[in-house]
């Protein structure tokens, strides 16, 4: 039975036991003669009234009492189950959760709170906090409490806000954690401080360092140099930065919320419709992919078009994809450069062949017309000599030796011409035997000068064999040619670097000086008097060429009288299907 209703009850009870008791004092001294008149006199009514309005009384207090009674009783029953909820919320908060009053104590803690710093909850309970755990800085600095930003939020105006600080543990080690402190409020009286506080790791960025990176973004994204512009999953654009907008021909709020495909990637290049299905921007958070594009269009306000290049990327918030984000770059002037670059090496190449083709002819008619001019001053030296004086027969000698020098340089440049026109495709060749004809090839000379050759181990590479026969043939005879007055003595050897081989021909020759060294490589460029050292200048030019047709460099190191060594590079990997060029 409820509280109330009982109060009522034992209210009625206890009057009608007053009521009982006055009716037997009232009869046994007073006037009535039964028990009945004297519990209800008719000839006194007033003392009947006075019974009534007894007993009414005490059914109203008993009602009063029993309402105040049960009110009292709910509100304990809220206030248990608030509690309740309260050390439910503590109890199983994964985050930090205390309050304090007004000077500072622990109201409440919890249990995260509590192993978070090392305590149990009742040791905490009415300390000042301050003192307990947030009483130094990290260097171990006395913390003033004037300056606690926890006891400053006592009714404080301001909103609140994260603070990156670091409280102590019973143990005393340090913990590093990031609060929010809120003022409590009752009837419009600060009652206390709540604060919520989470444990942070050591490289976890702190408030300060997220604000920096956001505020660098944002300088990213108003000062890059390339269009950046973010979807969501129905392709939406959902942000634009200046550089987009500007290339695109919209302001930033044109751009914002609506579709991308349909307002900058309608179309192909051709012409045609560009399908939304074939997008590989939308393909980015479709696919969860990054898509890089370099040969596509994107179409302006203005209703042109300009080529682009562009990377999509998906977009991820808490480990789902959200959208993609998009950094693309007007590639127009570039398109333009490499078609003027296409045109010009076009153009270049057809010089190359008719400057072959040139040289080819030149060279090859000349040859006819100089061999007579040659015979003609052979047979008049050898018809007239009886007559011709020892001038005359110098002159003659003169003559024949400057048409058998130009028949050489007509031949060897020729050669120099057929380097890149005439040369065979590429194969696989063991430069060893490479060493070993070139090396056949100068037997004669090698036995006259009586020169000593060696050579290592070779590689195999993708080379063109004729013209590697005639690379290390013409620099072993240049080793033995410039001899020194000691017997010549060469080395061949080869190693591998960065990706590459290096091949070095060495001798103990004359050297060369620095001034000269490349000068050397260029054609027709010679050193010495043909007297001293014979040939047209044009070896080392053809060496340079071959090595340069099979991506490779030549240089030269030298000391005059110690000798030379010509290396040259060639690349270790080459594709077998190279062919002549």
């Given at each position: ?18 009521w009982?008791?006055?009716?037997l ?6 006037p009535p003669?039964?028990l ?10 007033h ?24 009110r ?8 248990a ?20 009053d ?11 709170t ?8 009742e ?25 606690c ?15 990156s600080?670091?409280?102590w543990?019973?143990d ?9 402190a ?12 709540v ?34 512009f973010?979807?969501?999953?129905d ?11 500007v ?27 560009h399908?939304e299905?074939?997008?590989l921007?939308?393909?980015?958070f479709?696919d ?18 300009f ?21 693309f ?20 190449a057809?010089?190359?062949?008719e ?18 001019v ?5 047979l ?9 004086d020892?001038d ?7 003559a024949i030796?400057?048409?058998?020098r130009?028949?050489?340089m ?10 890149g026109?005439r040369?065979a ?42 013209q590697m ?25 080869a190693?591998?670097r ?11 020759g ?29 070896g080392?030019a ?9 991506g ?28 002549r060029?």
């Amino acid at each position: 039975m409820k509280t109330a209703v009982k109060t009522v009850l034992y209210s009625v009870f206890l009057g009608l036991v007053i009521w009982s008791v006055d009716g037997l004092f009232y009869w046994r001294f007073g006037p009535p003669d039964s028990l009945t008149e004297a519990l209800f006199p008719t000839e006194h009514p007033h003392r009947l009234y006075l019974r009534g309005l007894v007993l009414l009384s005490l059914v109203v207090y008993g009602w009063i009492m029993g309402a105040l009674t049960m009110r009292e009783e709910r509100a304990a029953q809220e206030l248990a189950q608030m509690t309740h909820r309260l050390e439910l919320i503590l109890g199983s908060a994964h985050e930090g959760i205390f309050g304090l009053d007004l000077a500072g104590r622990f109201t409440f803690v919890s249990s995260a709170t509590a192993s978070m710093l090392g305590y149990d909850v009742e040791e905490m309970l009415g300390w000042d906090s301050h003192t307990l755990i947030h009483h130094s800085y990290p260097d171990g600095e006395p913390y003033l409490r004037d300056d606690c930003a926890i006891l400053n939020a006592h009714g404080s105006d301001e909103p609140p806000r994260e603070t990156s600080e670091v409280l102590w543990r019973k143990d005393g080690e340090p913990v590093p954690v990031r609060y929010t402190a809120r003022p409590i409020w009752d009837n419009g009286q600060c009652r206390g401080t709540v604060v919520v506080l989470r444990r942070v790791s050591q490289d976890e960025p702190s408030q300060e360092e997220l604000e920096r990176l956001r505020r660098l973004s944002r300088l990213i994204l108003t000062w890059a140099g390339e269009g950046i512009f973010g979807i969501d999953l129905d392709g939406r654009i959902t942000f634009a930065n200046p550089a987009a907008s500007v290339m695109l021909g919209y302001d930033t709020d044109e751009l914002v919320g609506r579709r991308s495909h349909p307002l900058i990637q309608h179309t192909d290049q051709d012409g045609g419709p560009h399908r939304e299905e074939q997008s590989l921007i939308y393909a980015a958070f479709k696919d969860n992919d990054v898509y890089h594009v370099s040969d596509e269009v994107f179409w302006r306000k203005g209703g042109e078009s300009f080529p682009v290049e562009y990377t999509s990327t998906p977009l991820r918030e808490n480990g789902d994809v959200v959208g993609a984000v998009v950094v693309f770059k007007d590639i127009t002037e570039r398109k333009n450069a490499e078609r003027e670059l296409r045109q010009t090496l076009e153009e270049l190449a057809r010089s190359n062949r008719e400057l072959e083709q040139f040289a080819y002819v030149v060279s090859h008619d000349l040859q006819e017309p100089l061999r007579m001019v040659r015979s003609y001053v052979e047979l008049l030296g050898k018809r007239y000599a009886d007559r011709l004086d020892e001038d005359g027969r110098e002159f003659v000698g003169y003559a024949i030796d400057g048409a058998t020098r130009m028949q050489r340089m007509i031949e060897d440049l020729l050669r120099y011409s057929r380097v890149g026109s005439r040369g065979a495709e590429f194969v696989l060749t063991d430069l060893s035997d490479v060493v070993e004809e070139a090396l056949s090839n100068l037997t004669a000379a090698i036995e006259e000068a009586g020169a000593r050759i060696e050579h290592g181990d070779m590689p195999s590479l993708w080379v063109d064999r004729a013209q590697m026969v005639q690379l290390f043939q013409n620099l072993i005879s240049n080793a033995i040619k410039f001899r020194a007055e000691r017997t010549p003595e060469v080395t061949v050897a080869a190693h591998p670097r960065n990706g590459e081989w290096v091949f070095a021909v060495s001798d103990n020759g004359i050297g060369i000086a620095e001034e000269q060294r490349e000068r050397i490589f260029a054609i027709f460029q010679r050193l010495h008097a043909d007297d001293e050292y014979p040939g047209t200048g044009i070896g080392l030019a053809i060496c340079k060429k071959i090595v340069e047709r099979h991506g490779g460099s030549i240089w030269v190191e030298s000391r005059p009288g110690e000798g030379s060594t010509f290396y040259f590079a060639l690349p270790a990997e080459a594709s077998a299907a190279r062919v002549r060029r």
